[in-house]
C-alpha cells in the first residue's frame, strides 16, 4: 500500500515538472517571437488597402488568402497580384459576400493557415511571415496530408484562388479567354476561332 501511494506522488510530481518545463519552453519560444500569437501584423505588401472595405474577411484573413493564391497560381500570376493588377483578395471578400454560408468555414480554413503550429501544421512561424519556398511547403504538405481536415483547407483556399484569380478580366491574356458569352463583346465566331 505505501509502494503504491509513493508511486502516484512520484508520477504527479514527474508530471508537474514535465507541465512547468513545457510551460517555460512556450513562453521562451513566444518571447523569442517563434510561435504565433496573432498579435503581430501582417506584412504591408498583403495588406488590403486603406481604401478598401472588407465585408467578410478580416484583414489578416485577406492577407493569408492573398499570400495563398499568389503561391497557388505561379510566377506569372504571382506577379499581377503582387502589382495589385488582380485584387484576389478583394474578389474573394466579394465572392464570399454572396456565398455567406461559405464565408465562416473558409476563414477559419485561412486562420488555421495562419495561426495552425505544430504538429498539425508543420511551422511555427505566421503563414504570412514565411518566405515562399516555406509557404509552398506549407500548402504541399496540406495537400498530400493523411488528416482530411489538412486536405479540405487547402481544396477549400485552393478552389477559391483559382476562382477569384481566372474569374478577373486582367487574367485573359494569360489564357487566351476572350470573355464571358452574352455579354456582347463575344460573339459565337470568337468562340469557334483556335
Same mark, same amino acid.
Given at each position: ?49 486603406? %481604401? ?5 474577411? %478580416? ?19 504571382? %506577379? ?64 498530400? %496530408? ?49
Amino acid at each position: 500500500m505505501r509502494d503504491a501511494s509513493l508511486e502516484r506522488e512520484l508520477l504527479h510530481a514527474g508530471a508537474l515538472l514535465g507541465r512547468r518545463r513545457f510551460l517555460r519552453t512556450a513562453g521562451v519560444l513566444a518571447g523569442l517571437g517563434l510561435v504565433p500569437t496573432g498579435c503581430t501584423s501582417v506584412p504591408p505588401s498583403l495588406a488590403p488597402p486603406p %481604401s478598401l472595405t472588407l465585408d467578410v474577411l %478580416s484583414p489578416r484573413t485577406y492577407a493569408v488568402f492573398t499570400a495563398a493564391a499568389s503561391r497557388i497560381v505561379g510566377p506569372r500570376g504571382a %506577379s499581377l497580384i503582387a502589382e495589385r493588377t488582380v485584387d484576389v483578395g478583394a474578389l474573394a471578400d466579394a465572392w464570399l459576400a454572396r456565398a455567406p454560408v461559405l464565408a465562416g468555414p473558409v476563414g477559419q480554413a485561412l486562420l488555421l493557415l495562419e495561426l495552425g503550429v505544430w504538429p498539425l501544421v508543420d511551422k511555427l512561424r505566421a503563414f504570412t511571415a514565411l518566405d515562399g519556398p516555406a509557404q509552398d511547403a506549407i500548402l504541399a504538405e496540406c495537400m498530400t %496530408s493523411r488528416l482530411e481536415l489538412k486536405r479540405s483547407v487547402f481544396r477549400g483556399v485552393r478552389a477559391l484562388a483559382l476562382l477569384t484569380f481566372y474569374g478577373s478580366t486582367a487574367t485573359r491574356p494569360l489564357t487566351g479567354f476572350p470573355g464571358p458569352f452574352g455579354s456582347g463583346t463575344v460573339t459565337i465566331a470568337d468562340a469557334m476561332r483556335d
